[in-house]
């Protein structure tokens, strides 16, 4: 109930929560702002007379350290990356993984399973050029549609809607020429405005295995 409020309990709770799941500060950050947001509503609109969570403050962004901090791909980096996205499908099924071949890629691939091998090496190279050139969010990705991008244009650009955003914004961004001509490349003739761009988006997983296969560390030398 909002009268149980009690901001000791609250930050008790999120520092156990931060122990326990092992959350990053910002995370913690984003959940004080959510129940504060409760508690002001109900102050607004009555049902509380004042804001126990008032004292109740998130950390400064610059006092937090990452959980997991990044760090960027080189251009070189990126090329490799490409490539051993677009390559990798077909060369796992050519690998033969048992006996005295193992490790070889002589295995025979059926035509039809070749090409679709090489389709989802395509898709998973514009995925990840769509990530560096524009930004977006695995999932931003995933729920782009055609009638999302607009190639007629100069440049062209992508119509994000705000149901498809994580901050819930709607946007325009800008598209580099490389990406614009490798979408006018993968654009079927016959889509459709509310087909999606892409079927799939490559979790963690597949995305180390192609850093692996790139030569590419997932971690460096700072553990970014």
């Known amino acids: 109930r909002l009268d149980d409020l009690d ?3 609250v930050d008790r709770y999120l520092t156990d929560l931060a122990q326990k799941k092992k959350h990053s500060g910002i995370t ?3 959940y004080i702002t959510s129940i504060k947001s409760l508690t002001k509503w109900a102050v607004t609109f009555r049902r509380m007379k004042d804001d126990p969570l008032s ?3 998130v950390t400064e962004r610059r006092a937090i350290d990452p959980a997991h901090p990044r760090r960027a791909l080189s251009m ?5 990356l490409l490539d051993a996205a677009e390559r990798r499908p077909l060369l796992e099924l050519q690998t033969i993984r048992i006996g005295r071949h193992a490790g070889k890629q002589i295995a025979n691939v059926d035509q039809r399973v070749k090409a679709k091998a090489l389709q989802k ?4 190279r514009l995925v990840y050029m769509m990530a560096v050139w524009t ?24 119509r994000l809607r705000a149901r498809t955003t994580k901050s819930k914004r709607a946007d325009s961004l800008p598209i580099h020429p490389q990406l ?17 761009v892409v079927s799939a988006v490559p979790n963690m997983k597949c995305l180390r295995a192609d850093l ?4 590419i560390a997932s971690k460096d030398g700072s553990h970014r």
């Open 7 to 9: 901001p000791v309990a």
């Open 28 to 30: 913690r950050n984003e």
């Open 55 to 57: 004292g109740l403050k």
């Open 76 to 80: 070189g980096e990126i090329s490799k």
């Open 121 to 124: 090496g395509r898709e998973r």
């Open 135 to 158: 930004g977006l969010r695995r999932n931003e990705i995933r729920q782009l549609t055609w009638g999302d991008i607009h190639l007629e244009t100069i440049p062209g650009h992508i």
């Open 180 to 196: 614009a001509d490798e979408l006018r490349g993968w654009k079927p003739q016959d889509a459709a405005a509310d087909d999606c």
């Open 212 to 215: 692996a296969m790139a030569g």
